[in-house]
């Protein structure tokens, strides 16, 4: 199995910048898809950024241009945050499939192992 846990959390003004971290422990060697997603108070989950083991990304359009997902090291990925906006404020969570094929990378049922999440507050 492998586990998740999330990072980075807090509030900002609008405008600023967060960087949200994912960890990744157990066994890792099929995590072939990881992705952020976030659900705001109310609201359902929606996809953020997705990178793929072979680097490549999709974003969001609400966040394209300030939001970029990377990997840190083998078993971290991160999500830098900038020029935040009160409606980016939600749950954030770090997913992984570990299947090597997805149709729909943002889509929040594609992907099998959550973590628990980390909060993101941006005040205007």
């Known amino acids: 199995q492998v586990q998740l846990v999330e990072s980075g959390g807090g509030s900002v003004q609008a405008g600023g910048s967060l960087r949200l971290s994912c960890a990744a422990s157990?066994?890792?060697?099929?995590?072939?898809?990881m992705a952020w997603f976030r659900q705001p108070p109310g609201k359902e989950r929606e996809g953020v950024a997705t990178l793929t083991t072979h680097g490549l990304t999709y974003y969001a359009d609400s966040v394209k241009g300030r939001f970029t997902i990377s990997r840190d090291t083998k078993n971290t990925v991160s999500l830098q945050m900038n020029d935040l906006k009160p409606e980016d404020s939600a749950m954030y969570y770090c997913?992984?499939?570990?299947?090597?094929?997805?149709?729909?990378?943002?889509?929040?049922?594609?992907?099998?192992?959550w973590g628990q999440g980390t909060q993101v507050t941006v005040s205007s």
């Open positions: 157990g066994d890792t060697s099929k995590m072939f898809f």
């Open positions: 997913a992984t499939r570990r299947l090597n094929y997805i149709q729909q990378p943002l889509w929040p049922a594609q992907f099998d192992v």
